[in-house]
């Protein structure tokens, strides 16, 4: 099927997340008790089957596809890429492009973007508010242009908007969150390095 550049816009980016291959690294399998074994690439959480599906992240304008790869060691444990295992042991080598919570997941753009709202002193319910807005406006401007055409009118845009599920509270606060316990983490490492006499 050939998509043209209309329809190209209704396709979600999708985040390929392969660590073992795109870095070209060995890693130990997290799962292992004793003697870790290294892992190795099964298969991809690219939806092919029910057990395979791919997580969905919110970014700045729209959601997102994080396919990620499944790995198993010679213990047969399998993990997924994106496992807080391997993201432990890969954020020594690069900054992970995602940032992921018990139940949703954002981009590391989403997380900024956020977190710099935060600090110019945004209430969370002004982030909300502005998510959805873009989230909305993004995925009218998609529909419009695409080759469904679908036509929006005033009388149900309130329902449309309700209907484009964008960035909530709860993951405005999580990143929060996320951010404060990094930044804890970072300050007791600084403040346990330096010498008695700077204290
Ligand atoms: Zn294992």
Not at 105 to 110: F, S, Y
Not at 121 to 131: K, N, P, T, V, Y
Not at 181 to 195: A, D, G, T, V
Request: charged residues 20%.
């Amino acid at each position: 099927m050939v998509h043209t550049r209309r329809d190209r816009r209704m396709i979600p980016d999708i985040i390929i997340w392969d660590p073992l291959t795109q870095l070209q690294m060995d890693l130990e399998c997290p799962s292992c008790d004793e003697r870790r074994t290294l892992l190795r690439a099964v298969r991809w959480k690219d939806g092919q089957t029910y057990y395979d599906q791919p997580r969905i992240l919110f970014c700045i304008q729209r959601q997102v596809i994080l396919a990620s790869r499944v790995y198993r060691c010679f213990n047969d444990h399998q993990v997924l890429a994106h496992d807080a295992g391997i993201l432990q042991l890969v954020a020594n080598n690069i900054e992970i492009p995602f940032v992921l919570f018990h139940q949703h997941g954002v981009t590391r753009d989403l997380f900024r973007y956020i977190m710099s709202h935060i600090h110019a002193g945004l209430r969370f319910a002004d982030i909300e508010r502005l998510l959805g807005q873009m989230y909305y406006d993004t995925f009218a401007s998609d529909l419009s242009s695409s080759a469904l055409q679908v036509t929006f009118n005033n009388r149900n845009a309130e329902t449309n908007q309700r209907q484009v599920q964008s960035p909530g509270r709860r993951v405005i606060t999580n990143c929060f969150l996320r951010c404060y316990f990094e930044q804890e983490h970072m300050y007791s490492q600084r403040m346990s390095k330096l010498p008695s006499v700077w204290l």
